[in-house]
């Protein structure tokens, strides 16, 4: 249905409640405490590298007041996540049992060895003295897991593979002398580009150990994908090989339908009180996957969406990535071939505030005008679309 100039142009309709599926306001620590007097109703903020896991743990916790929990939402102004970004995956050393890397005694040898094998071209000596001694794998799933565990609403995120990103050079005096003090460190901050590129491989054993963690805690995953649609999703296939939901026909729908409706009106409501729900099991792979700020074409999104894949798929937009540049026509086609339901907005704005409302208005309202809903309709639309990617279905308000 078509809908006039004024309808998507109105005051816009916060207190439906607005929810940002992806930022990263722990770069700028100073803007936390702008939070509080956003319009936006939650945060879901990235943790992307050893600097920043926690200030998501100590922001979400000063901030996790569920006084400032409203329109359905229980996870209160900021909802954290935790995991390590492809940009940083080099940072870690694969320790598990399937790695390859030879057993080598010397720390610092292990560290060059470890440079060598992950970065190509291989970097020299001085570069290899710049970078963080790596940490085991092992210890950074140990360490999410008690993150996760800690925070039972908490996402894995920001996680996924990246073939366009070179590593920035080292520090040069200068670098350090013009430093905005604000910015939590670790990032690029406006380094000049190295040659040097995380190796693929490494990358999705990296994303691949972080995914089966998800799956393990059945939690949600936010994932960053850049030249790479395709591999990430022949990743994903990898994780939900034996999984795959088996398709029915309508006729053994409405039959299952029937069986469930006759057992429920069966059951008594002494039984109904008594019946204890069980523990969700495990799972090699997440329930649900949010593939942050899409770039690809609209044909992969075919391949995500598919009716057998036992992983629900979302895609988020944001105005700063999306609807700049050559890419956006393609970005519109996507967004007018999506299902209503698996669409979500973000800012990916590394400070809190007023930008941060600016932006996620600006994208709903884009999405909106694209997809031809009034703006109650679409803004409600994309709370439900967030929620249900938090919560899952059962949990859906």
Known sequence: MAHTESEHGGEFPWEIGVFDAHCHPTDTMSSIAEIPRMKATTLTVMATRGEDQDLVLQTAATLSDRQTAINGSDTGRVLPCFGWHPWFSHQIIDD????????????????????????????????ISTLPEPKPLSQLISETRSRLTG???????????????RLPNSWKPQDIENRDAGMTPGSREGRRLSPHRVQPEHQKAILKAQLELAGELRRPVSVHSVQAHGAVFDLFKTLWAGHERKLQSRRERQRRRSVADAHADSE?????????????????FPPRICMHSYSGPVDPVKQFLHASNPSDVYFSFSTVINFSGPSAQKVIDVIKALPDDRILIESDLHTAGPQMDDLLEQVARQICELRGWTLRQGVQQLADNWRRFVYGEACHA
């Open 268 to 284: 008594t409501e002494e039984e109904a009180k008594q019946a204890s729900p069980q523990p969700e099991p495990s799972l090699p």
């Open 151 to 165: 925070h039972p609403l908490a996402l894995v995120g920001e996680v996924g593979l990246d073939r366009a990103f």
């Open 96 to 127: 598990t049992p399937e790695s390859s890397d030879p057993a080598i005694p010397s720390e610092s040898e292990r560290k060059k060895a470890h440079y060598r094998k992950v970065l190509t071209p291989s970097p020299d000596d001085e570069f």
